[in-house]
C-alpha cells in the first residue's frame, strides 16, 4: 500500500481512539461500529478511504455522454449508491464542460478526468502507416467489424499496455472497467474489489467467448515467438489448454470478453506483462490486423496467473450487446431482472468460460513449449 493511504489510516484510528478515550472519561456509551463483511461501514462513507485502493476507469468520448449516463446510473443503483468507489475517466482529447458536470452529478463518490497522453494514442515509430492503411482496407473487403477504424485499433493498443501508467491511477491497485450503455441486471451487495483483494485474485469477468479470428492472425504465432524467447515465461501450464486444443499449436480463440473486468493493476504493471505487452506491440498487429485488448489480456492472465487467481463472476448480472451474463441460481431471481435462459452460459460461442472452469487447479511453472 502507499505510503499516503498508510498514514491516513493511521490518523483515523488514533483519532477513534482519542475520542473513544473521551468518551469512555465522560461516561458516555459508544454507538457500536456498523460492519460490512468484516469492515467498518463509514470507510464506504463518499470520499472517505476505502478498504481497498481501487476505482472505476472508464475510457469514453465526449460524444457518448448519454450511454455513460445510463451505465453510471446502472452501476450506482445496483452497487456504488451503496460503496461509493471513485472514478476515473479517460479520453483522448479533454472532457467538455458538459460532460463533466452531467457525469458527476450522477454520483456521491470522488470523480476525475484525465486527457490520455499522446505517445499512448498515437503511432509507435516503427510502424509503417502506408502499409497499416493497406492492411485496413484488405480487412474493410473481408467484412471485419471495424476493419477501417484507426481510433479502434488506438483503443485496443491503450487498454492492452497503456491504462494502468495514467498519473490518475497511480494510487489504484484494482480498477473496475466500464463501458458506455451497459447494463447491470443484479443487486450487488458486496464489495467485489475487497473480495479480490482478500483471496489473491487478479482477474474478474462475467463473459468469455470465441475471438473472430480475422482479426488476429498473427497474434498467437507471436505469443508463441515470445515463450520461446523466455524461457520460464507461462506459469500456468493448464491455461495454455484453455487456450488451444492441440498443445499450443493453434489459438482457439478463448478469451474474457474484457468491456467487463476487474483486475488487479499490480498484475498489468508486473516484469512479466509489461515485457508480454512490449513484444506484442514491437509486433505491429494493433494496427497491421486489428488486435484486441481482450484476447491480449486473457492469453496473458491464462498463461502467468493460477486458475484460483481468475474469478467468473457468475453473481453478476452484466449486459454488453450482444452478450449477457445472468445468474442461474433461485436465489438470485429475487435480486436480478435479467432472464437466466438467455444467458451467454448456454452458447457455444461463449463456451469458453465452462471450458475455464473444467480446468484442474495448478500451480505449475512451465508448459510444454517451455521444455
Given at each position: 500500500m502507499g505510503v499516503k493511504y498508510i498514514?491516513?489510516?493511521?490518523?483515523?484510528?488514533?483519532?477513534?481512539?482519542?475520542?473513544?478515550?473521551?468518551?469512555?472519561?465522560?461516561?458516555?456509551?459508544?454507538?457500536?461500529?456498523?460492519?460490512?463483511?468484516?469492515?467498518?461501514?463509514?470507510?464506504?462513507?463518499?470520499?472517505?478511504?476505502?478498504?481497498?485502493?481501487?476505482?472505476?476507469?472508464?475510457?469514453?468520448?465526449?460524444?457518448?455522454?448519454?450511454?455513460?449516463?445510463?451505465?453510471?446510473?446502472?452501476?450506482?443503483?445496483?452497487?456504488?449508491?451503496?460503496?461509493?468507489y471513485p472514478y476515473v475517466f479517460l479520453n483522448d482529447v479533454p472532457f467538455t464542460d458538459d460532460f463533466v458536470a452531467e457525469t458527476t452529478a450522477m454520483t456521491r463518490a470522488n470523480v476525475s478526468y484525465g486527457v490520455i497522453p499522446t505517445e499512448h494514442w498515437?503511432?509507435?515509430?516503427?510502424?509503417?502507416?502506408?502499409?497499416?492503411?493497406?492492411?485496413?482496407?484488405?480487412?474493410?473487403?473481408?467484412?471485419?467489424?471495424?476493419?477501417?477504424?484507426?481510433?479502434?485499433?488506438?483503443?485496443?493498443?491503450?487498454?492492452?499496455?497503456?491504462?494502468?501508467?495514467?498519473?490518475?491511477?497511480?494510487?489504484?491497485?484494482?480498477?473496475?472497467?466500464?463501458?458506455?450503455?451497459?447494463?447491470?441486471?443484479?443487486?450487488?451487495?458486496?464489495?467485489?474489489?475487497?473480495?479480490?483483494?482478500?483471496?489473491?485474485?487478479?482477474?474478474?469477468?462475467?463473459?468469455?467467448?470465441?475471438e473472430y479470428p480475422e482479426t488476429i492472425r498473427t497474434l498467437w504465432t507471436t505469443v508463441k515467438s515470445l515463450i520461446a524467447s523466455r524461457p520460464g515465461f507461462v506459469r500456468h501450464a493448464n491455461g495454455m489448454a484453455w487456450l488451444s486444443e492441440d498443445g499450443g499449436d493453434t489459438y482457439n480463440g478463448c478469451h474474457f470478453w474484457s468491456n467487463f473486468e476487474i483486475g488487479s493493476l499490480d498484475f498489468f504493471r508486473s516484469e512479466e506483462y509489461l515485457a508480454y505487452f512490449d513484444y506484442l506491440d514491437q509486433a505491429g498487429g494493433f494496427f497491421y490486423e486489428r488486435w484486441g485488448d481482450a484476447p491480449v489480456h486473457a492469453i496473458a492472465a491464462a498463461l502467468l496467473l493460477k486458475k484460483e487467481e481468475v474469478h467468473w463472476f457468475e453473481d453478476i448480472g452484466y449486459y454488453h450487446n450482444p452478450w449477457t451474463n445472468c445468474p442461474q441460481s433461485p436465489e438470485s431471481r429475487l435480486r436480478c431482472h435479467c432472464d437466466p435462459e438467455k444467458s451467454a452460459i448456454h452458447h457455444y460461442w461463449a463456451s469458453c468460460t465452462q471450458s475455464w472452469l473444467a480446468l484442474p487447479s495448478s500451480n505449475s511453472s512451465q508448459s510444454a513449449l517451455n521444455r
Open positions: 498514514a491516513l489510516n493511521v490518523c483515523v484510528a488514533a483519532l477513534f481512539a482519542l475520542f473513544a478515550r473521551w468518551f469512555d472519561s465522560h461516561g458516555v456509551a459508544i454507538p457500536e461500529r456498523v460492519l460490512r463483511d468484516g469492515v467498518d461501514i463509514e470507510m464506504y462513507a463518499p470520499g472517505a478511504a476505502k478498504p481497498v485502493r481501487a476505482a472505476f476507469v472508464v475510457l469514453v468520448r465526449n460524444s457518448e455522454l448519454s450511454g455513460m449516463k445510463q451505465a453510471m446510473r446502472q452501476i450506482e443503483d445496483r452497487f456504488n449508491s451503496k460503496f461509493n498515437s503511432y509507435p515509430a516503427w510502424i509503417n502507416q502506408t502499409h497499416a492503411s493497406e492492411c485496413r482496407q484488405s480487412m474493410e473487403k473481408q467484412g471485419v467489424f471495424y476493419a477501417l477504424s484507426e481510433s479502434y485499433r488506438h483503443m485496443c493498443r491503450f487498454n492492452s499496455g497503456f491504462f494502468f501508467r495514467h498519473p490518475l491511477l497511480s494510487d489504484i491497485e484494482y480498477y473496475w472497467r466500464i463501458e458506455p450503455d451497459v447494463e447491470y441486471s443484479c443487486d450487488i451487495d458486496y464489495d467485489p474489489f475487497l473480495y479480490m483483494s482478500r483471496r489473491g485474485i487478479k482477474y474478474g469477468y462475467t463473459i468469455a467467448l470465441h
